[in-house]
């Protein structure tokens, strides 16, 4: 996963944001914060999730998917792989 390895330093860095996120709403649960808020803060860390997905398939499509170099084999692998994450993810 060379591809995933270029961009670690982003990668590791939108993880650890969110792993604050989510200490923060188990803070706010823990701390009895108002329901609204502890949505809000479910909210953002879904939201922080998904662009962590969304920025993960997107490379998977680009480096497995749609790279001129990849046989028909290699790009059928890769759809497959990509058509099974997605089926997961709900």
Not at 7 to 15: E, T, Y
Not at 25 to 43: K, P, S
Not at 44 to 66: D, K, P, T
Request: charged share 25%; proline share 2%; glycine share 6%.
């Amino acid at each position: 996963m060379a591809h995933i390895a270029a961009d670690k330093p982003k990668l590791m860095a939108r993880v650890r944001r969110i792993n604050g996120q989510v200490s923060a709403l188990e803070r706010a649960i823990n701390d009895d914060v108002d329901c609204i808020a502890v949505l809000q803060q479910a909210a953002a860390v879904r939201g922080a999730l998904g662009g962590l997905v969304e920025a993960l398939i997107l490379q998977h499509l680009e480096h497995h998917v749609a790279a001129p170099h990849l046989d028909e084999a290699a790009r059928r692998k890769g759809a497959d792989e990509l058509i099974s994450i997605i089926g997961r993810y709900k």
